[in-house]
């Protein structure tokens, strides 16, 4: 990877993390409002629920206070009373009456209760105090019983001028759970009501919320006590994209986003070069045409056709080329059938020059290439063979001669002797070799040009073993 393609890498990695984290941050915040609206519809819910079923429980508790508000309770009977008022309420598993001092002295029924008589209650500060707050009525807070069950106890006072003592209405926690059903709500969402200064609760659907849970609360005011209502999803939402994920994704999408890059400014770099070896073309044919006896003097009629032909193939098909963006392999080709196709294409002036043409097929047959042989031979070895043939002395040689190294092929075209009256800026700025430079920079290759008093003339050109379409 470039060092290009290693920054777009890094910009766009951290571009791409941070749209991810931007669209994950958004989705977890719609989860949240969406999880703490249907969280504060079960609270509503619970909390009405649970203020109805203390109603009946309390009014019951007040119903059965002033049955007994007289100056001595003690003796009236309650057994009627409070079988009535179990039987209408299942939950409840003791009524029974206390002493202004806490102690219970009246049990019901008395054979699932005796273990409660005499006893004092383990509310009778409580309950002290609520009566100087000036409390109706008051509920504990959940307790082991003496009925040896878990529950609380709803108490009214019975006064008569003065404190008589406490109607006492016990209520077994599993009982208030059975009359207590939530299946629906209970199906999304988990809870509990406890009570906020013991911390034990009333109900709870006995699944403890998870570390990653987030559990909303709500906290209730009912006949001086509080109570605490939490709850919490009971399966948590799959987040959008573990951040391993959202890392890999990223990393993903940058790279695409560096190929994507990479190719894009590889096609508009090739695109301009095809387009700018196609205007140096164009020019080339227009100064032919404009300067045809006097340029090309040494060729006769057939060879001009033949390079006019020539120049306007290559204009055509780069310029289909660069519109297309078809630079690309086409296989791999061996270099010397390419090399002895244009040659015989230039034989009849190199045999009206006089010229000789030498090379070891031996040396030359083992260069390879794998990319497109079009560019090589007709904008590359053709144009260097026609400036080799234009600049070279009548009777003089061109030896081709190869040399390969660990990364390139460097192929050296040698003219012994040049002609006279040669300005070295021609043969240097001669526009056929600006198309074959241009054309081998496509594939990261290069052509040098060495002249040696006017005497000789090298052309070098470079091949990479393993070109990269630039």
Do not use: C
Not at 344 to 363: D, G, M, P, R, T
Not at 366 to 390: E, T
Not at 443 to 461: A, P, R, V, W
């Amino acid at each position: 990877m470039t060092k290009k393609s290693i920054i777009i890498f890094l910009i766009s990695f951290i571009l791409f993390t941070g749209l991810m984290h931007i669209v994950t941050s958004f989705v977890h915040q719609k989860q949240d409002e969406r999880q703490r609206r249907e969280a504060k519809l079960v609270q509503e819910t619970i909390s009405d629920r649970f203020r109805l079923f203390l109603r009946p429980h309390f009014s019951a508790a007040v119903m059965a206070s002033q049955f007994f508000d007289e100056d001595d309770f003690t003796n009236k009977d309650y057994s009627s009373l409070a079988s009535k008022i179990m039987d209408l309420h299942k939950e409840i598993i003791g009524f029974n009456l206390l002493k202004p001092n806490g102690e219970i002295f009246r049990i019901f029924p008395a054979e699932n209760n005796i273990k409660a008589r005499g006893k004092i209650t383990q509310n009778i500060a409580d309950l002290t105090n609520a009566l100087k707050d000036g409390h109706k009525f008051w509920f504990s807070g959940p307790l082991q019983l003496y009925q040896e069950q878990f529950g609380f106890v709803i108490y009214s006072p019975v006064q008569h001028g003065k404190l008589l003592g406490w109607i006492s209405l016990v209520i077994s926690t599993q009982r208030f759970i059975e009359k207590f059903k939530l299946e629906e709500l209970l199906k999304t969402y988990d809870l509990s009501i406890k009570d906020e200064r013991s911390g034990l609760n009333y109900f709870s659907t006995g699944v403890p919320a998870q570390k990653d849970n987030v559990v909303y609360e709500t906290e209730l005011v009912l006949y001086g006590r509080k109570i605490l209502v939490e709850t919490w999803k009971k399966n948590l939402d799959s987040p959008f994209w573990s951040w391993k994920l959202q890392l890999a994704t990223s990393a993903l999408l940058s790279l695409i986003m560096v190929y994507v890059i990479g190719l894009y400014t590889q096609r508009q770099k090739s695109k301009t070069q095809l387009n700018e070896i196609s205007t140096i073309l164009q020019l080339t044919l227009k100064e032919a045409l404009k300067n045809f006896i006097d340029l090309h003097s040494q060729m006769g009629p057939k060879e001009n056709t033949n390079y006019m032909t020539n120049l306007i193939e290559q204009i055509n098909l780069l310029q289909t080329m660069a519109h297309t963006e078809d630079y690309t392999e086409e296989g791999m080709k061996q270099f010397l059938p390419l090399l002895k196709e244009q040659l015989e294409s230039f034989s009849e002036i190199i045999q009206k020059k006089n010229l000789s043409v030498s090379f070891k097929e031996e040396a030359l047959k083992h260069i390879n290439i794998s990319y497109s042989g079009w560019l090589i031979q007709h904008s590359i070895i053709s144009n260097i063979l026609f400036h080799s043939i234009i600049y070279a002395e009548a009777g003089s040689k061109i030896h081709i001669t190869h040399v390969q190294s660990l990364h390139n092929h460097r192929i050296q075209f040698q003219t012994s002797r040049i002609v006279d009256n040669v300005n070295p800026l021609e043969v240097e700025n001669d526009r056929r070799i600006h198309v074959a430079k241009r054309a081998l920079q496509i594939y990261q290759g290069d052509l040098f040009i060495e002249t040696n008093d006017h005497k000789d003339m090298i052309i070098s050109i470079i091949l990479p073993l393993n070109p990269q379409v630039t």
